[in-house]
């Protein structure tokens, strides 16, 4: 993947369209790092400049310029479409495609983790239902979660009270969506108070032949929340953030808040109580990590962590609604994306070298 980096460096006509003093700097720095495999060359360095653009807005105010500052414009103008069309060449004929897959970075791991709290978390707090129930030698009524998709723009408020619905023997807060456009389709509040939601989550109960049994509800939660305990310390260690901006950890407490909030405005509502207590001591667990120290960002293993990521993400519950969220981000890629074939582009740089 290396080998696919280019470098592009803007307002160059002052350094004669070179990266001037950017470049030493810039190979000490890949030097330094030990990146001996990261080219720097002419051929994948490319070298712009927008004075051009910049002098068509003003000429469009009615500003003039002499001959000479023309000329200039010009060959600014020129050199920047030739740079264009070598920087096309290049991506058609030298680059390579690289699997997204084999991608391994620490960036990449932090997007994948903040991309699957919320079915991760969601299933946790489904899986500690379950188990609840399960314990409860009579119960037969276990709990499955159905997400589905969502429409564009579409959140949840954290200051509107949601209505609660009785699912089984549980009572669970509805996802009540608000879309935002210009303003929010169901409340005067601040959009800073909307989160954005990728799928909503409605609930049904398990067909009796197909339910889960204790033991492996129990395996799979310890091994759930055994999981989220290690991105906390992926978080902390490697990531470097601090605990108040831990996005795991700041939808826990909005969930365990949220189940606070159900058992205590209504009677008859035990095992939401139990369903609290077991959020809030894996909350009380999880924070914990933010106390312990390790020697070296070193002794947490990335590929452990993709690894992690990948035994999550194989969990029918959370594998669904992952599965939503992809076909949201499929839906919004095909509506943005253009398709511009090799023929095109051809024609493009051929009309570009006919006006130069």
Known sequence: MHHNIIFCFTNTRATFFAPGNTGPLLKSMLTSYSFKDILFKKSNTFCFDNESFRYLVACNNGIKFDDYQKDEYKRSWVTSVNETNRFMEYICNELKPYLQKNWMSIEHAQFQINRMIRPVLETIKNMMRNKILLNKNSSKSLIR???????????????????????????????????????????????????????????????????????????????????????????????????????????????????????????????????????????????????????????????????????????????????????????????????VSEDSIKRMMDKTHKKN
């Open 145 to 339: 979660l159905c997400p589905g998709p969502v429409g564009r723009n579409s959140t949840m408020c954290k200051v509107c009270k949601r209505s609660i619905i009785q699912c089984g023997e549980f009572w669970i807060m509805r996802d009540e969506l608000h879309i935002l456009s210009d303003r929010c389709d169901k409340c005067p509040c601040d959009f800073s108070r909307h989160s954005k939601v990728n799928y909503v989550l409605n609930y049904e109960l398990w067909d009796e032949k197909q339910k889960p049994s204790f033991n492996d509800m129990k395996r799979n939660l310890d091994e759930l929340i055994q999981i989220t305990t290690e991105f906390a310390y992926f978080y902390k260690h490697v990531v470097h953030i601090s605990k108040e901006n831990d996005p795991l950890l700041s939808v826990l407490k909005q969930m365990t808040n949220e189940e606070k909030s159900i058992y205590s405005h209504k009677e008859n509502r035990i095992l939401n109580a139990r369903l609290y207590d077991e959020l809030r001591s894996f909350k009380n667990e999880y924070e914990k990590v933010w106390t312990i120290s390790v020697p070296s960002k070193n002794s947490i293993n990335l590929s452990e962590i993709y690894k992690l990521i990948k035994t999550s993400s194989k969990i029918k519950e959370i594998s669904e609604q992952l599965s939503i969220i992809k076909q949201m981000e499929d839906n919004y890629m095909h509506e943005h994306e253009k398709q």
